[in-house]
């Protein structure tokens, strides 16, 4: 039962917010506190974060904090000015990338560096074409909805989707290859295939490593250019690198990164081989107003380093496998769950339907872990901690996921 | 002659980010450093800042820098869970505003804001066709930048673009019916007509006051919406309120705002009528990570505070009539300066030509004070200072400009 501040929050948002807002869980958490891995509600209740990827670091990181204060404080403003701070992050996020990716550009969130993505694709191929998953989510703004089936809206008029099953991911290749093949039919020239590096909402597909690899060429031979889209996978979340990409041995003509790189600061890019942007700087100006403003990149750097002198990527690795199994072990013994499948800390448990999906992430909400659903059907636990998740979170979160299904099971016998 | 630190910045910027960044000033600043009014450079020298429109309350302002740093260490999260800021921001800023305007969604930028208006336009009026002025600029997304012939690129298909003299703004309205008519022709529905109310890069354009109202009344006969971009004008700058729309006596379908609602931290939002974003939410989702998060909640509420606490408003009308008052004695004694535009803390200096208003900038640069240029031919003196710019800071500027003409003209001789 909602508490009456909780029924004056939600009249309010009723009120005054756009019926586009959503909320989680059929009882909304009204959380006013986070630390690390825990997020706390108006009554002092404690839930243990297992879905926010923002907060890589765990939520309010003293030193991510600290220099986010510092610099505030110091100068805010933007690259219109020769100022330091940009550089030094430009230089740190390609000091992680393979040696092609050479430039980068600031945005402030991942939709922005997406509809970027889009914008210098089009004009380093003259082409118009996309290709994406069927169930792909690239952003908000008008040019990367058009990429996100996802968002409940049809593709855009160039905009071609493929549908990949989870059980049969190494069909990956040909299906690009037969969008190819439509587009060339419809006479519309390929600009890119934009691919989250792990599929997020086609329902955490991260198997086997090396899946894009096919994809990736037939679009090269076809003259259109790979966006890699690591505003999810990227920053380290799956144990194996910083970038989604590195498992596929693959090297992207355009990256884009956001959601992490700020660890809740507005903060994104887009990072591309040398000569792609050229033919788009030509034509046009691009200029972003907060993009790579010194606060902006002051918090940046600070998320690097803390992934770095925590040794997070190697962390994840491990405490991921960890779950991964346990999860594994859980399903043998619990019929609702059907597969588990994800990398590192991206994990998705498909159950085996979305009532039970659905049911399971509302009663680990009331015993006080957070997840998510995704995939097409909403079948799937979306597990997607902040990466300093330990192991006795993870013990914390299996022990409720049991619980959770004890209880389902309880409830539907 | 840039330093050797200066040159190793510019060579650093050459290699690391991509070739779209433009630096201002034939001599660019390295700034290291800003409060209030002031931004120093590397050597500790101080320039006076008088084309900052983002930091509305001072470069660094305590109070708000506070709010963000207690803030971000409190709880950045976002609208999918139950929490105080944003609903309180969306009723601050709706009680600024006409009641007709409702309801918020918030973004991270402006041109995040203008792309969602965008869309919302769409849905609401099944409309395609834009109206925009010939030299406009909103936005960096691909959809806005289709309404921003001022970054270079061409109109979008179906944007309808007006060119305004400065001289006749009162053939605005019948511009605009033009625009309808050629739109009609076409075939093309309208969905809106978008139009910043002070016209920016179309050269600080601003008055007669009521200028906008009879465009207003044609596009609603026609359909379409009025989409008030506020980025550049909203919160105070006019010194007549907080909402530039407000002096033309019109009220719009939907409110975009932007740069200064977070004195740089990233916040920017559209505020719409009761209706109006109804079809749009029935069809997709719009979720935005960091749009509403609490910490850029806080600091909006906390600029909000301080344009009211500090009386901005009436401070800008006081100290922006002075400086207009000023730079209209200096332009009957100087035939460089051929016309003062503009309204509050938002001027326009036109000037004889494209040369003479860059070399000024650049000349007032050397001189410690900053300021841009604008226009179609970037013939015009761009002076859009903090709102705290004080009448001594005024003096400054126009000793400065005064300064800058007598050099510029001895120069011509």
């Given at each position: 039962?909602?508490s009456?501040?909780e029924?004056?929050?939600?009249s309010?948002?009723?009120?005054?917010?756009?019926s586009?807002?959503?909320?989680?869980?059929?009882e909304p958490?009204?959380?006013v506190r986070a630390e690390?891995?825990?997020?706390?509600?108006?009554?002092?209740?404690?839930?243990?974060?297992?879905y926010?990827n923002?907060?890589?670091?765990g939520?309010?990181?003293?030193?991510?904090?600290?220099?986010?204060?510092r610099?505030?404080?110091?100068?805010?403003?933007?690259t219109?000015y020769?100022?330091d701070?940009?550089?030094?992050l430009?230089?740190?996020?390609?000091a992680?990338?393979p040696?092609?990716?050479?430039?980068?550009?600031?945005?402030?969130?991942?939709s922005e560096?997406?509809d970027?993505?889009?914008?210098?694709a089009?004009?380093?191929?003259?082409?118009?074409g996309f290709?994406?998953?069927k169930y792909?989510?690239?952003?908000?703004?008008?040019?990367?909805a058009?990429?996100?089936?996802?968002?409940g809206?049809?593709?855009g008029p160039?905009?071609?989707g493929?549908e990949?099953?989870?059980?049969?991911p190494?069909?990956?290749?040909?299906?690009v290859?037969e969008?190819?093949?439509?587009?060339q039919?419809?006479?519309?020239?390929?600009?890119a295939?934009?691919?989250?590096?792990?599929?997020?909402?086609d329902?955490?597909?991260?198997h086997?490593?090396?899946?894009?690899?096919?994809?990736?060429?037939?679009?090269?031979d076809?003259?259109?250019?790979?966006?890699?889209?690591?505003?999810?996978?990227?920053?380290?979340?799956?144990?194996?690198g910083?970038?989604g990409f590195?498992?596929h041995g693959?090297?992207?003509?355009i990256?884009?990164?956001?959601?992490?790189?700020?660890?809740?600061?507005?903060?994104?890019a887009?990072v591309?081989?040398a000569?792609?942007?050229?033919e788009?700087?030509?034509r046009?100006?691009?200029?972003n107003?907060?993009?790579?403003?010194?606060v902006?990149?002051?918090v940046?750097?600070?998320?690097?380093e803390?992934?770095?002198?925590?040794?997070?990527i190697?962390h994840?690795?491990?405490?991921?496998?960890?779950?991964?199994?346990?999860?594994?072990e859980?399903?043998?013994?619990?019929?609702?769950?059907?597969?588990?499948?994800?990398?590192g800390l991206?994990?998705?448990v498909?159950?085996?339907?979305?009532?039970?999906a659905k049911?399971?992430a509302?009663?680990?909400?009331?015993?006080?872990?957070?997840?998510?659903?995704?995939g097409?059907?909403s079948?799937?636990?979306?597990?997607r901690?902040?990466?300093?998740?330990?192991?006795?979170d993870?013990?914390?979160?299996?022990?409720?996921l049991?619980?959770?299904l004890?209880?389902?099971?309880?409830?539907?016998?």
């Open positions: 039962m909602p009456s501040r029924l004056d929050l939600l309010r948002r009723e009120r005054v917010l756009s586009t807002y959503r909320l989680f869980y059929d958490v009204h959380v690390g891995v825990w997020m706390f509600d108006a009554d002092g209740r404690r839930y243990l974060d297992a926010n923002v907060p890589v670091v939520h309010g990181h003293p030193y991510v904090v600290d220099r986010l204060s610099q505030a404080r110091l100068l805010n403003t933007h219109r020769l100022t701070a940009p550089l030094e430009a230089e740190r996020l390609i992680t990338l040696q092609e990716l050479r430039h980068v550009t600031f945005t402030c969130t991942g560096a997406n970027l993505a889009v914008r210098i089009k004009a380093a191929t003259a082409g118009t290709i994406v998953t792909a989510y690239h952003g908000t703004t008008e040019a990367t058009a990429l996100s089936p996802a968002s809206i049809a593709l160039n905009v071609f493929f990949v099953a989870p059980s049969n190494a069909a990956f290749g040909s299906r290859r969008c190819i093949e439509s587009m039919r419809a006479a519309v020239r390929p600009a295939l934009i691919i989250d590096t792990i599929l997020s909402s329902g955490v597909i991260s086997p490593a090396g899946f894009l690899a096919e994809a990736v060429e037939a679009i090269h076809a003259g259109g250019l790979f966006i890699a889209d690591e505003v999810q996978p990227g920053f380290g979340r799956t144990g194996e910083m970038w590195q498992r693959v090297i992207p003509d990256v884009t990164m956001g959601k992490p790189m700020g660890n809740g600061h507005p903060i994104a887009i591309t081989r000569e792609v942007a050229k788009f700087a030509s046009t100006q691009y200029f107003t907060y993009g790579g403003n010194t902006s990149c002051e940046g750097l600070a998320v690097l803390v992934i770095e002198r925590e040794d997070l190697a994840v690795r491990e405490v991921g496998s960890y779950i991964e199994q346990k999860l594994r859980l399903a043998e013994s619990h019929s609702a769950l059907t597969d588990v499948r994800g990398i991206f994990i998705g498909q159950t085996e339907s979305p009532a039970t049911r399971l509302n009663q680990m909400r009331r015993l006080g872990v957070l997840i998510g659903t995704t097409p059907r079948d799937t636990l979306k597990i901690p902040p990466l300093i998740f330990a192991r006795a993870a013990d914390l979160l299996l022990q409720a049991s619980t959770a004890r209880e389902a099971s309880q409830r539907s016998i």
